[in-house]
């Protein structure tokens, strides 16, 4: 690891300002993600500005009727959060379906969604990696790809999104609320806050530099069984080949997002258009120009599976993950 100076933030301003001022500056919460690529060497922060002693650790109600979830708020402490199981059961389940109970008590709210990619070959330095280093090439385009994106991808990178909790929050049409350093704030919806690779897979999500995530936010509840079904190689802490958050309505209307298969939670409102047409008719839409490799086009295939699964389940009233 190499050596790198620190500061505790004593606002969400203050540490937007510190992250502007010094070059290579990045916020630091629960660390679970930044500091195993901090070991690795693949990111080289210069300066870490701590961000967990700024009260952003609540979980309030908002006018609208909707929940507005402080960045700090751990995965444990939002998943267990009543009001949480009861309005938004979808999200509860996908926290729960993720990490160990040990990781879920460090990660954050706001760190969950800034995670980087799983890719073996952004984790392996010895590989050229675009996302890593721009410019350098994309060894898993002819490398092994089983757990690699077959949506969204380009031509310089196909890794995908690891998150479970993010999948979810795209279901639930949830905001991401952020302050710049000048004290600018902004809301930005889930479905544009992570970017496509492009040519510019380095960059992961739509954030500026020294903009830090304050809040998300969820609308007022739609009611409706929520359901999250991961298919991975492991019964636990292991990330997803595919996972599937939905919300079916009784009348069988509903919507769908799909994890694994992108670098971005993956929802398309044609493909919830056709929730009442089955699974096929979903999964259709939602993979329709799908660019695999010969070891994950299976993915194809695994994402209507996966989206029967998760409709049988809401059928069924079992709503587990």
Not at 75 to 96: F, H
Not at 97 to 119: D, E, I, P, V, Y
Not at 238 to 254: K, N
Request: glycine fraction near 10%; charged fraction near 25%.
């Amino acid at each position: 690891m190499k050596s790198f100076t620190y500061e505790r933030a004593t606002s969400p301003e203050a540490a937007a300002k510190a992250a502007i001022a010094t070059k290579g500056a990045k916020f630091i919460a629960g660390g679970t993600n930044l500091i195993d690529l901090m070991k690795l060497e693949i990111e080289t922060p210069t300066h870490l500005i701590d961000v967990n002693g700024l009260g952003l650790d609540e979980i309030t109600e908002t006018e609208d009727g909707g929940l507005r979830i402080g960045a700090m708020v751990s995965n444990t402490d939002l998943s267990s959060d009543q009001r949480i199981r009861r309005d938004y059961g979808v999200l509860t389940r996908a926290i729960v379906a993720g990490a160990s109970g040990q990781l879920r008590n460090k990660a954050s709210t706001g760190g969950n969604l800034l995670q980087r990619t799983r890719c073996p070959y952004f984790y392996d330095t010895n590989m050229a990696c675009n996302k890593r280093k721009p410019g350098d090439g994309c060894s898993a385009k002819e490398g092994y790809s089983r757990q690699l994106g077959i949506m969204g991808v380009s031509d310089a990178c196909i890794a995908t999104y690891p998150g479970d909790m993010a999948v979810a929050l795209r279901v639930l049409d949830a905001q991401v609320e952020t302050v710049k350093a000048d004290g600018t704030k902004r809301m930005i919806p889930m479905e544009d806050f992570h970017r496509l690779p492009g040519d510019r897979p380095d960059l992961d999500n739509v954030l500026e530099t020294g903009e830090l995530i304050t809040a998300v936010t969820l609308p007022k509840p739609v009611g409706g069984q929520h359901i999250y079904h991961k298919v991975r190689d492991r019964a636990s802490y292991a990330f997803a080949l595919v996972s599937v958050a939905a919300i079916v309505q009784p009348d069988g209307t509903g919507r769908v997002a799909v994890g694994g298969i992108a670098p971005k939670p993956w929802r398309d409102d044609a493909a919830d258009a056709q929730m009442r047409n089955g699974p096929a008719a979903v999964a259709r839409v939602l993979t329709k120009g799908a660019k695999t490799t010969p070891d994950n086009a299976y993915k194809v295939a695994l994402v209507e599976r996966t989206i029967a699964a998760a409709m049988a389940q809401a059928a069924s009233g079992k709503a587990r993950s």
